[in-house]
């Protein structure tokens, strides 16, 4: 009797064993034939010496396609040229599905494929260890996400992605036809996590979708990502959200750290964990500290990409991966953001990860006639968001939160070049397929 076994798990006390998976190389030597076979687990060589291997088997074996898909039953042996110590004599074998010929791309190839060609051929890239581990690590700190928020006492909830008005109103929105009637995909669950602020719902979190009609390629921006958001009442300042934040994202850092600790390996990666509290940098400081470096900018005017960057190098000179920008200019934030009052700023603030911005986040607008004046003063209607503004008038607790991009924050700690390594089948400017 054979007993199923994954290819890295095979032990020297299995006799019969089999193992499935992708048939990922195959040499022949003459004399002697090797199959490699892969699966999630890793590889194990399959070892045909010609003389003692039924010819038939021998055939079908060593003619296979790269990629095709078999299940293999044989004995193992020990074997001190593989990196196991083992090799399995195959006695037969199912091929499940034949892979067609030519690949589109390789999957074990050293050769460096365009991220085009790998997007277009998902499926296939996926199959390489390292690209595989990046989900693996996504999937782990979703896990983390998920329990530390619970030790907080938050609840999990989830807001329509379909909706009638959009967070900051504008360009960004996909409209859609819903029924006859226009409709927007949600760019962010804001107005109905505020909503949720006036019911009781004291501290909430939803990881989920956000669509941005983004109209520039850029390595950090995509049309569709993940959004992991929080808002939480009774704050005192928005102190008390960029402390929760850090709980959370210490939290992840370190569990990646200790429990991702595989997928790193395979990856060839370090998490390094900044300690908390992050240093707070406030907009106005970040002004001279680009004029020092040469960049001239305006007050009220957006940092930038550039200027978030050369501030990342400033920052990170100093031992500072993890960094906040707070204060910025009202002007520069959305309509419920709280002012500052007396002064052009806000209390508002953007978290940045070697040099780009992973979240942003702040105080609510919380008092009904500001929310409104604020509202017309950055040109939006307010009749049109009645069903929003309709929470605030019957009792709002003073709140705060956050917008974190789960893919940034993945591939920044991964110092990975690009948000779409983050995302499975991710959709850009150019991008609706696969
Ligand atoms: P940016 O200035 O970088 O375009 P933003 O100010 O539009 O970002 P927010 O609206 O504050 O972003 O969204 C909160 C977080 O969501 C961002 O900090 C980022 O991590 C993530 N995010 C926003 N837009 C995108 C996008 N197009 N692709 C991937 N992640 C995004």
Not at 202 to 210: F, K, L, M, S, T
Request: charged fraction near 25%; charge should be negative; glycine fraction near 8%.
């Amino acid at each position: 009797m054979s007993v199923n076994r994954n290819s890295g798990t095979i032990t020297a006390d299995d006799t019969v064993v089999t193992v499935s998976g992708w048939v990922q190389d195959i040499r022949n030597l003459g004399g002697i034939s090797f199959v490699i076979l892969r699966d999630r687990c890793g590889t194990v060589q399959i070892t045909l010496p010609k003389k003692k291997i039924e010819p038939q088997l021998f055939e079908s074996l060593t003619t296979l396609s790269r990629e095709s898909v078999i299940s293999v039953t044989g004995d193992v042996k020990r074997s001190d040229q593989t990196e196991l110590g083992l090799e399995v004599i195959p006695t037969s074998f199912v091929l499940h599905s034949p892979a067609a010929v030519p690949l589109p791309m390789g999957v074990v190839d050293k050769v460096n494929t365009e991220m085009d060609t790998r997007l277009n051929n998902r499926f296939i890239d996926l199959r390489k260890p390292e690209i595989r581990a990046i989900f693996e690590l996504k999937s782990l700190m979703l896990e983390l996400l998920n329990e530390v928020m619970t030790k907080n006492d938050f609840s999990q909830v989830f807001t329509p992605k379909i909706v009638e008005a959009g967070a900051e109103g504008g360009s960004s929105l996909f409209k859609i036809d819903y029924f006859g009637r226009p409709a927007y995909l949600a760019q962010s669950p804001q107005l109905y996590k505020q909503m949720l602020m006036s019911t009781g719902l004291d501290r909430i979190y939803e990881v989920g979708p956000a669509f941005r009609a983004e109209h520039s390629n850029t390595n950090r921006h995509v049309t569709e990502f993940i959004s992991f958001d929080g808002e939480m009442s009774w704050i005192s300042s928005q102190d008390d959200v960029m402390r929760m934040i850090e709980r959370i994202v210490d939290h992840i850092l370190k569990g990646l750290r200790e429990r991702g600790k595989k997928q790193l390996k395979t990856l060839g990666k370090e998490v390094n964990v900044p300690s908390v509290p992050y240093p707070v940098l406030t907009y106005a400081e970040c002004l001279k500290m680009l004029k020092s470096k040469g960049m001239e900018l305006k007050d009220g005017d957006d940092l930038g990409t550039e200027g978030e960057k050369l501030i990342g190098e400033i920052m990170s000179e100093k031992g500072n991966d993890l960094y906040w920008i707070a204060e910025y200019p009202e002007s520069e934030k959305p309509f419920y953001i709280m002012e500052k009052d007396g002064t052009p700023y806000s209390f508002s603030f953007d978290l940045d990860y070697k040099g780009q911005e992973i979240s942003s986040g702040g105080q609510r607008e919380h008092r009904y006639d500001k929310l409104v004046e604020r509202m017309k003063k950055k040109g939006l209607v307010p009749e049109s968001f009645d069903f929003y503004l309709d929470a605030f008038k019957y009792g709002m607790p003073p709140h705060g939160g956050w917008g974190i991009g789960l893919e940034r924050l993945l591939v920044k700690m991964l110092d990975l070049p690009n948000v779409r390594e983050a995302i499975l089948f991710p959709r850009d400017l150019s991008r609706l397929s696969p």
